[in-house]
Each structure stands twice: as C-alpha cells, then as structure tokens.
C-alpha cells in the first residue's frame, strides 16, 4: 500500500491520478490533496476520498475550504508554505507533482530532502533546475518516476535494459492543431483553436505549449535530466497519430518503442505502480484500427518554439530557466488575447537574448532569473 500526496489534484493530472487511486483501492491511500485556487473542487475531492490533509494556496479561500469540511477528520491548511510542509509528512510515501510551471520546483526541491520518491509530472521543475534537482536526488536516494507520456515511454523501454548505454531516444510529437500551418497561417489563429488539441485532453497551459511545440522542447530538456543523455542524444519527430509515444535505440542499431492510444491515465499508473504493472480496464490499442502510422520532421522554422528550447538546452546554466519563464508568461498573455500566436516565439527570444546569463545557478539564482525573465517577458507583451 503506497501512501500518496498529490500537488495540483484539481488538474487534468491531478484527476485522472485520483481516478487511477479509486481503481485500485488495494495499491494505494491518499494522503494528501492540493490546489491552488480550485476551492470546490479540492473539498469534492475531500469529502470523497477522506484524505489526512488537503492544502488551498490562495490564503484567501482558507476559511471556505475549512468550513467545508467542518466535521471531518481532515486537516487543512492554507499557503505556499503549507504546500511545501506536508511532502514531508511521516505518512506520505510517494508524492506525484502535478503543479503547473515553475511553481512546482520549491515543493519538489522539499520532496526530495524529505527522502519521498516522486511520479513527476511537473516537467519545468527539471526544466529550470535539472542539475540541481538531479544532485539532490542522487544525494538523497530519491527515485523520480516520469508521469509525461513520453519519458514514461522511455522509462518503460529501459526497463531490463538500464545496463546497455542508450544511442538515443526519440520523442514523438503530434504536431498539434497546427501541424504542417506555415508562419502566415499561424498570424491570426486564435486561443479557440490552439486549445483543440486533436488527441490529447489536456489543461489549457500544456496545450497552448503542445500547439506551439514548446512542449515537446520542455521536454527534450527534460529527458536530457532524467536519462543523464547528451544533447545530440534527443531526436523529435512527428507523429499525428500519437500512438508510438516514444522510442529508445540502443547502441546495436536496436529500437524499442512503447505504444498505447492516448490516455495519461496509463503513465500515471505506472508510475504510481512501479514496478508493478497494475490491471486496468483502459481501452486497449489495435492495429487494424490504425492501419497507418506516419512521421515526419518538425517545422523550427515555423515552430520556432522547440528551436529556441534547443538553443537554451545547449547554451546550458540559467537559460532553459529564462526560456520557462519568458513562456509562461507568453502562454498567459496569448490565454488573455494580450499577444499573438506567433508573438510568443519573439517574446520568449527576446528575453533569452536580454536576461543575464549564468553557467552554473545556484537555488538563489534560478529565482532572481524567474523573476527577471518574468519582469522582461511582461514589458514585451506590453510594446
């Protein structure tokens, strides 16, 4: 019996993981449940699956989720802090981070020193801080199992294989709402549009990213931490269908791939499970429902998105920290119509030229760079 804390469990992560715990009554206990501002849903949450805590960043809806659940032995507490404080409870074995963005990375960093192994799904966490993170784990004896469905596709292929050096790895993408648009179609889509994303349901942040291809560059600098790969060692390639959701080759010329209709629920139970494969009643792939599965190369120069994620991956230090932070706050302003599709990209560049650049960040460092990448990002959107 695993006893886990999920942060963020009002997400799409965070909901699907619950309906995974609910299937399997006999692997796991919640323990604790987090969100940010989603008040009425996190007391659903509550009142259904009794965890021991449930945490409200905002402050300000403390009382509302507390008298809520006046009555039942569920404790609440309020605030970034609190947030950062239950991981380290005694009765906590594994805590999936299912934050959005670079809020993720104190709570992960706190995990860590609490000794809790973590299913990751908060991939800005290892994409602002990957060194760091990966040190911390290694001096801490924490696992981090990737929830992502490509990384745990990785994952899944290393599997007995973890004593044979990789050659590289693939990370398939779908390509998105927009695949094969040129820059002049992307200058009037809108938010509708981006957030259709034709195989995936995800949260808005993540699908804006996955339009734009900024996802798939988050998480070539994320596979690089988790699977201590070189640079030249992540390929991407396109793949509409989003049934190969990634692929190992080894150095005998060998491919593995792992593959399974669209479905997160799969690579949270799996990391939530392991090393167990746990029963399920998910849908099951077969061929002859896809009697075809097509590749292609990325468009950089449309997207140029996974471009810039590749630059800010080889330049190294605090730049995939800038390139973050500059798109959070781009995915937010192209959220409100504050900035145009394809003014994303410039926005992201602009501060990946202007903010300061240091080669080995310390903890103090990434957070003076999220703040001054964030600072600079706003003052584009506003020109």
């Not at 490509?150 to 044979?164: D, K, P, R």
Request: aromatic residues 8%; negative net charge.
């Amino acid at each position: 019996m695993k006893r886990i804390a999920i942060l963020g469990s009002t997400g799409s992560i965070g909901t699907q993981a619950l309906d995974v715990i609910k299937a399997h009554p006999e692997s796991f206990e919640l323990e604790v449940i987090t969100a940010h501002s989603n008040a009425g849903l996190l007391v659903q949450q509550a009142l259904e699956f009794k965890p021991n805590a449930v945490v409200i960043v905002r402050e300000d809806l403390y009382e509302q989720v507390r008298e809520a659940l006046q009555g039942e032995d569920i404790k609440v507490y309020a605030g970034s802090k609190a947030l950062c404080s239950v991981v380290e409870m005694g009765t906590v074995d594994m805590v999936l981070t299912a934050m959005v963005g670079y809020a993720g990375l104190l709570p992960t960093i706190r995990t860590i020193k609490a000794g809790k192994q973590i299913a990751l799904a908060n991939k800005e966490t290892l994409v602002v801080a990957g060194q760091l993170i990966t040190d911390l784990a290694k001096e801490h004896g924490v696992n981090i199992y990737p929830v992502d469905s490509e990384h745990s596709a990785i994952f899944q292929c290393l599997a007995g294989e973890f004593h044979n050096p990789i050659e590289k790895i693939i990370l398939t993408a779908s390509g998105g709402p927009f695949r094969g648009y040129k820059a002049a179609e992307l200058e009037k889509v809108t938010k509708a549009q981006a957030l259709k994303h034709p195989n995936w349901d995800m949260g808005a942040k993540i699908t804006i990213d996955s339009a734009s291809l900024m996802n798939k560059g988050l998480e070539v600098i994320e596979a690089k931490w988790l699977f201590g790969l070189r640079n030249e060692q992540i390929d991407v390639v396109v793949h509409p269908q989003s049934i190969i959701h990634s692929l190992v080759q080894f150095e005998d010329g060998s491919i593995k791939a792992q593959l399974g209709l669209p479905d997160m629920k799969l690579p949270i139970q799996y990391a939530l499970g392991y090393p167990q494969r746990l029963k399920s009643d998910f849908p099951r792939f077969s061929f002859l429902d896809y009697p075809q599965l097509t590749f292609e190369q990325p468009d950089l120069e449309t997207f140029r998105n996974l471009q810039l994620a590749y630059e800010a991956m080889a330049k190294g230090g605090n730049m995939p920290c800038i390139l973050n932070a500059a798109n959070e706050v781009a995915v937010s302003a192209f959220l409100r119509d504050e900035v145009s599709f394809l003014g994303m990209s410039d926005m992201i560049e602009s501060c990946l030229a202007k903010v300061a650049y240091i080669a080995n960040p310390s903890y103090e460092d990434y957070v003076s760079t999220d703040g001054e990448a964030r600072a600079l990002a706003m003052e584009c959107k506003c020109k």
